[in-house]
């Protein structure tokens, strides 16, 4: 059987349920039939994301799955000495995930998923495989050293009996605790070789040892007399005594139920202190990419963020931060998102942060801190979500800590690592309120209970949309030019006070104070005095005190009354200020000249004349060649943006399933001339991937890519290919900013993002 025939065979409410758990194929392009879909399981990058969330027991049985090829639920059970009851069950998760199929008694993997579980042993031939070239007599002597009887058995049934024996792990110990030290190791020896098929390299056939391993029965005489290791073997000898255990018994937190609400509506602070930031002033950028420790260090003390690597991270993440030329700026959907209810934006990052591969707060290599938000390689996000899914249901999280190999047995981590990331996975999820001492909080509960959905941000904020109410912030402007904000201000409120305030101290009660050259900046920005009043006097529902009319007035009485032209340079204003300007010695440096009593002239440009008038307490604004003053823009247009995200369209699973089975198994010949192209360029590329990347260029679409360059360098980017030419790719990508190359004979293979 293959895959796509069990998935032919399965009713929609179980193609349904499959799909849910691979919601990665329901990304645009889907799957159009069954065999394309069957294409997408054993692809590479939905291979990866569905493996690390297999616990110790299915990832036993896969491997021994694939060790033995398609075996029976009874011949399994005796390998990992389990009840075929337990292992059925375990079969049955493995294909509910589309990893495994199951016909009857039989059981199978998907091609690329058997391969992985067989990579150390594929040196190795199964045992069946020999024995069709072996003699009855020495398949006779196998069973015979193994502890069996093989009186009367023919080829066909010696062969069955001598994989069962060679399966059973408990058999093949007993055959080794009957063996020298010495053939024991040259049984290693043999076992850690790998890719020999034969023994002929270790010694002759009659030697001493090696006769004592065929007499053992774990060497089978294969073609020419020359004996073999069978794979069921030597997989034995390098899984060591696995066997299933049964999920670990977690016991119930002894701490008390928290929803989480204080430390989620903190986080949305946070965030909105860091984009906010980030709207007005790009974050600083290193050369190499990335937020540096100086600039992080810098947002803790100006936003009061403790850890501005989260927020970096998590902004970045959910598409709210994005890379440009002069740093990193709020993304153009930022504004959207600052209106959404609470609800909604605090799904939509901690959503984000739980699918990061990388920790935030935990961003060391060998070679030293990777700055955020650039991509790390890091299992990370593996432990974060084994850790969270095993304590769902209110269970203790110090308990999941003890058993947490069980629950992630892929992570790479010695014990050291693995607590860092702990840690780290702890500390995140405490501020961002999905944790709460040795429980997930209520909002956590619900966090990892739909984060597998296909569509789980509008579900996720549906549930909590309760325990996140929108409660508005209050303003309060004081006499002494100072405003007081409690809680979360709206996006107006927050744009006005970064326009004309700065901030003296964050938290759930920030202070901003006014100044003249804030109030300068607003008006410099386009800003009118009685907009000012207004704007102020709206969002604070009072009269504005009488300080900070008067400091309006004063500064908008001076604003513009200086004017820069363009002529490169040249400077007017009344005659008293222009004596004041000509005459100050900071300006010295502008090398100015008074060609009438109310005009200067400069050889500096415009930009950098306005800068230092404005440095020494003067007030300029811009005038263009025909005199007309020049106010910039307050913000960009939405989507003016070229590096903003788009995100892709997802299909529900309940359709994508009814589709699918109605479609039937043929394969459809893709249509469009851009895949034929892209496949003859691209023969590393799988017709998944090929396909996928096919997409992304005929729509304009986001995929990731893993990319070799001339220099045998990997990298992994985000792009966004707008043409094909030759054999170079002409693309947007999101990791550099700008516009790249690439060779699509040097990608090595294509996912979709988002």
Not at 1 to 14: C, F, K, P, Q
Not at 53 to 82: E, F, I, K, M
Not at 537 to 550: D, H, K, M, N
Request: proline letters at 6%.
């Amino acid at each position: 059987m293959s895959v796509t025939e069990y998935l032919a065979g399965l009713d929609t409410e179980r193609l349904t349920a499959l799909l849910e758990h691979r919601a990665d194929v329901l990304v645009e392009p889907a799957p159009r039939n069954l065999h394309e879909l069957a294409q997408r399981l054993n692809g590479a990058d939905s291979l990866s994301l569905a493996l690390p969330r297999l616990n110790h027991d299915q990832v036993v049985t896969a491997r021994d799955v694939a060790v033995l090829g398609v075996p029976t639920v009874s011949a399994l059970a005796g390998r990992v000495r389990a009840s075929e009851r337990d292992v059925r069950a375990v079969v049955d998760e493995l294909c509910a995930r589309g990893l495994a199929w199951s016909d009857g008694d039989r059981i199978g993997l998907t091609e690329r998923l058997a391969e992985h579980f067989t990579a150390d042993v594929a040196g190795f031939r199964p045992l069946d495989h020999i024995a069709r070239q072996a003699r009855v007599d020495e398949l006779r002597s196998a069973v015979v050293g193994l502890g069996a009887d093989p009186t009367g058995l023919r080829k066909p049934e010696l062969v069955e009996r001598l994989t069962a024996l060679v399966t059973d792990p408990r058999t093949v110990a007993a055959a080794l605790r009957e063996l020298s030290d010495a053939a024991y190791r040259h049984l290693q020896s043999l076992a850690r070789a790998g890719g020999f098929y034969h023994v002929s390299g270790f010694g002759r056939r009659h030697d001493d040892l090696t006769a004592v391993l065929v007499r053992a029965g774990l060497l089978l005489d294969g073609p020419y007399g020359a004996p073999e290791l069978p794979r069921e073997v030597a997989a034995l000898l390098r899984d060591g005594d696995d066997r299933l255990s049964g999920r670990p018994a977690l016991p119930e937190s002894a701490d008390p139920a928290n929803e989480g609400r204080a430390e989620a509506e903190g986080s949305l602070l946070a965030l909105t202190a860091l984009l906010d930031e980030a709207r007005g002033r790009p974050l600083a950028r290193l050369k190499k990419g990335g937020v540096g420790a100086r600039e992080r260090t810098r947002l803790a003390k100006r936003l009061a963020l403790s850890d501005p690597s989260l927020w970096i991270d998590v902004a970045h993440a959910a598409g709210l931060l994005t890379s440009s030329s002069d740093g990193y700026r709020a993304a153009g959907g930022y504004d959207g998102w600052r209106e959404e209810e609470p609800s909604a934006r605090w799904a939509r990052v901690a959503l984000a942060w739980f699918a990061l591969d990388l920790a935030p707060t935990s961003r060391e290599t060998e070679d030293g801190e990777v700055a955020p938000p650039l991509p790390l390689e890091s299992a990370g996000g593996m432990v974060r979500r084994a850790l969270l899914h095993a304590a769902a249901g209110g269970r203790s999280l110090r308990a999941v800590i003890e058993h947490l190999d069980w629950f992630c047995p892929f992570h790479p981590y010695d014990g050291q690592g693995r607590a860092r990331k702990v840690e780290a996975a702890l500390h995140e999820a405490t501020l961002l309120g999905i944790v709460a001492g040795d429980r997930l909080t209520a909002l956590g509960g619900h966090l990892v209970e739909v984060a597998a959905g296909s569509d789980p941000a509008p579900e996720l904020a549906h549930r909590i949309a309760e325990m996140l109410p929108q409660v508005r912030g209050m303003l309060v402007l004081q006499s002494d030019l100072t405003a007081v904000v409690s809680g979360q201000p709206d996006a107006a409120a927050a744009r006005l006070l970064a326009a004309v305030a700065v901030p003296e101290s964050r938290g759930v009660a920030a202070t901003w104070r006014f100044t003249p050259a804030g109030v300068r900046a607003a008006l410099d920005a386009g800003w009118t005095a009685d907009e000012l009043r207004t704007e102020l006097t709206a969002i604070s529902e009072r009269e504005l005190p009488q300080p900070l009319e008067y400091l309006i007035a004063d500064v908008a009485r001076r604003h513009g009354a200086v004017r820069v032209r363009a002529t490169r340079c040249c400077v007017t204003g009344s005659e008293p200020e222009i004596a004041e300007i000509l005459h100050t010695r900071s300006l010295a440096a502008l090398q100015l000249s008074r060609l009438a009593p109310t005009v200067l002239t400069s050889p500096l440009e415009p930009d950098d004349v306005l800068s230092r008038l404005r440095s020494a307490g003067f007030a300029p604004m811009p005038e263009d060649p025909d005199g007309v003053v020049i106010v910039p823009e307050r913000a960009r247009a939405p989507g003016s943006d070229p590096g903003a995200r788009r995100p892709r369209e997802r299909v529900s699973a309940a359709d994508l399933a009814a589709r699918l089975l109605a479609g039937g198994t043929a394969p459809i010949q893709p249509e469009s001339a851009t895949h034929d192209r892209l496949a003859g360029l691209a023969p590393r590329l799988d017709p998944v991937e090929v396909a996928l990347l096919a997409d992304a260029l005929d729509h304009g679409r986001d995929v990731q890519i893993v990319y070799r360059n001339k220099a045998g360098n990997r990298t992994v980017r985000d792009i966004r290919p707008h043409e094909l030419y030759g054999r170079w790719l002409s693309s947007w990508c999101h990791l550099r900013s700008g516009e790249r190359e690439f060779s699509v004979g040097g990608i090595e293979s294509v996912s979709p993002v988002g």
